[in-house]
DNA sequence: TCGCAGGTAGAAC
DNA sequence: GTTCTACCTGCG
């Protein structure tokens, strides 16, 4: 199926969006697993001129791949909304084609925001890789993201897992949180896990207003004001969401408030008000911007 | 070897 | 209410 929709499909799988780690490239070809009706299902996708070749045909399936990649969204109506600001109008030109990358399973991205917090792209996508290895069922050749009941019960560390299992050598535990690399965050994982399997529904939180998600993710442990923008905006498509980190603040402050230094909680409130439904599409072109521009280098000093 | 970067939790102001 | 510090890991 061709999907006529302009997307920089590299550009926005490769972004970062705290939704997922990247899909797997083969060829020119990037390609996931996806729960569709409770099964786990292939999705190939590839740019084709200035359309998407989608290897499914059928409706739910094609509604599905929409989504993710966000392909109903008018760029060339936002590329216009950017064009009218001054302080807005070079970022359309460095960031063409790019698209939010909406979270298949909402709980994956949950797992992955607060995975992101206080942590490096790479690192965090290593992490959840290696949490779909050790918990996830897998399919063909691709693991899909173990649920919130099952990751409820991983163990925390080596300690834990060579406390209650009949492993010999405590060098050998590896099917433990801390074993994925997050750190600090694994009880704050495992305790989210819990929530979300028997106190939080997930179709629940879609909804809500955005204010009622915000303030109900700020209850879950690691969670903080831009881990839940980030829930909300990559896995659960609040657009109006305008996730803060000290990179958005410098990049606002710079283009806004004469290099003035604001705190993160102003920079947020800042772009929720100036932005509107368009903040989660700011955010995301700001943050690239500033990357491709050499902005960021020059804030950094 | 160590200093640094990065959001949140919890404590202190 | 706002500000400070510790937290864990990989990188330079």
Known sequence: MIIDSPINLDL???????????????????????????????FKVKKSGNCLDFNLDDEKAVSKVKYIFDLDYDLNKFYKYLDNQPELSEMSGFCKGLRLFLAPDPFECIISSICSANNSIKRWTKSVSDMKRKWGKQHENYCMF???????????????????????????????????????????????SEMFTDEIHLSEIFKMSYDEAFETMLEVPGVGPKVADCILLYGFNFREAFPSDVWIKRIVSHLYFDGKDISVAKVREFGMEEFGKNAGYVQLYMFHYARMSGLMKKLKK
């Open 12 to 42: 926005t799988i490769n972004s970062g969006q705290t939704s997922q780690p990247p899909w797997t490239l083969t060829d020119d070809c990037y390609s996931n697993a996806v729960m569709l009706d409770g099964k786990p299902t292939v």
């Open 146 to 192: 173990p649920q919130s009941n099952v990751l409820a019960k991983a163990y925390l560390d080596d300690e834990e897992e060579f406390n209650s299992s009949d492993i010999q050598d405590i060098a050998s535990c590896e099917n433990n949180l801390k074993n994925c690399g997050v750190g600090y965050r694994a009880p704050y994982m495992r305790r989210a």
